[in-house]
T-cell receptor, first 114, second 115 residues
Framework: GENVEQHPSTLSVQEGDSAVIKCTYS??????FPWYKQELGKRPQLIID?????GEKKDQRIAVTLNKTAKHFSLHITETQPEDSAVYFC?????????????FGKGTHLIIQP | DAMVIQNPRYQVTQFGKPVTLSCSQT?????MYWYQQKSSQAPKLLFH???????NEADTPDNFQSRRPNTSFCFLDIRSPGLGDAAMYLC??????????????FGSGTRLTVV
């Protein structure tokens, strides 16, 4: 089955700086890659996703890049703010996440230092 | 305007006593999923329904069962909860078309405590 590795496990950045979280996946058939933000005790919230026919996607301060050849994808957050502090999970799915569910990375605890 | 609703938010059950968690959706999505998320870990898929077709993950313990009586509702049954089953249980739904999933939505979760 699919295996997703996520790094780093903890990331501390100064407010206003950029944060980058990286993930690799094992199954070349995976073609849907969402990123979730989860605050303590709350549900995972989708923040951005990308499909394998696209190399980059941006939404305001958040961007995701995908390198299919290397089987890795990254989340970029610019101009970080205190409310960006949370745990971030990457995920991958075969067949566009169809009926196979998502395989998650272990998560990155992002800490924004004031 | 909650669209994937899980009840209850918190559930306390006794060791070995069967418990049922429920999930309902107003999105008319054809796929419903159950994930288990233990403290400080990633969500782990237990099983999913694609319409009425049930799909179990290979490493999901037999202690966990699921029912989907109609499009809107899905239940997670834990036949004999152990202390290791204490976790947040997340229900999710998605639509599916030939290009893949859309509208992947998580419920707020049920936090299960086993005493």
């Amino acid at each position: 089955g699919e295996n997703v590795e996520q790094h780093p496990s903890t990331l501390s950045v100064q407010e206003g700086d950029s944060a980058v979280i990286k993930c690799t996946y094992s199954d070349s058939a995976s073609n849907y890659f969402p990123w979730y933000k989860q605050e303590l005790g709350k549900r995972p919230q989708l923040i951005i996703d990308i499909r394998s026919n696209v190399g980059e996607k941006k939404d305001q301060r958040i961007a995701v890049t995908l390198n299919k050849t290397a089987k890795h994808f990254s989340l970029h957050i610019t101009e970080t703010q205190p409310e960006d502090s949370a745990v971030y999970f990457c995920a991958a799915s075969i067949r566009g996440g169809g009926a196979d569910g998502l395989t998650f990375g272990k998560g990155t605890h992002l800490i924004i230092q004031p | 305007d909650a669209m994937v609703i899980q009840n209850p938010r918190y559930q306390v059950t006794q060791f070995g006593k069967p418990v049922t968690l429920s999930c309902s959706q107003t999105l008319n999505h054809n796929v419903m999923y159950w994930y288990q998320q233990k403290s400080s870990q990633a969500p782990k898929l237990l099983f999913h329904y694609y319409d009425k077709d049930f799909n179990n993950e290979a490493d999901t313990p037999d202690n966990f069962q699921s029912r989907r009586p109609n499009t809107s509702f899905c239940f997670l049954d834990i036949r004999s909860p152990g202390l290791g089953d204490a976790a947040m249980y997340l229900c999710a739904t998605s639509g599916l078309w030939d290009r893949g999933v859309w509208g992947y939505t998580f419920g707020s979760g049920t936090r299960l405590t086993v005493v």
